[in-house]
């Protein structure tokens, strides 16, 4: 995980401010040692996307479509405490955001190209369909006697 930056990256050559990010840290569950009851190791990272200007309109709408049963007033929260320190919970909250971000503002998939199946490939179904079937009469044909 690198040095922390003041951008959080998404996809291409858009990048979230450090001012549209809201952080709150709070003692976490878990993990901890001498400083457990002490150190506010849980990290809650907010990030307005109904209000913000770092991604272009069209991801924008995109993302509050594809994320809308995880916004609460079209606020996006990650959070993080599988770590001990602070700073690398905050490093995961910050990839989880982007990891998030970056699926949600995806173009979508091409639509698939319907396709006639071919002759050779229909006629080996039939022959297949064929030879199960005198299998079946077979077996009926020995055993029914």
Do not use: C
């Amino acid at each position: 995980m690198g040095r922390m930056t003041g951008t959080t990256h998404v996809r291409g050559s858009v990048s979230i401010p450090e001012a549209e990010l809201a952080w709150r840290f709070s003692r976490s569950s878990g993990p901890g040692g001498q400083h457990v009851n002490t150190t506010d190791s849980q990290v809650e990272l907010r990030y307005d996307l109904a209000r913000s200007e770092a991604l272009p309109p069209v991801w924008k709408e995109r993302a509050l479509e594809r994320l809308s049963g995880r916004l609460v007033d079209g606020v996006l929260v990650v959070r993080a405490s599988e770590h001990r320190s602070q700073w690398r919970n905050r490093e995961v909250a910050r990839a989880r955001l982007a990891a998030l971000l970056a699926e949600a503002t995806a173009p979508p998939p091409r639509a698939r190209k319907r396709t006639k199946p071919t002759r050779g490939m229909i006629e080996r179904r039939l022959e297949n369909k064929r030879r199960r079937g005198e299998l079946k009469r077979a077996r009926r044909a020995r055993y029914d006697g």
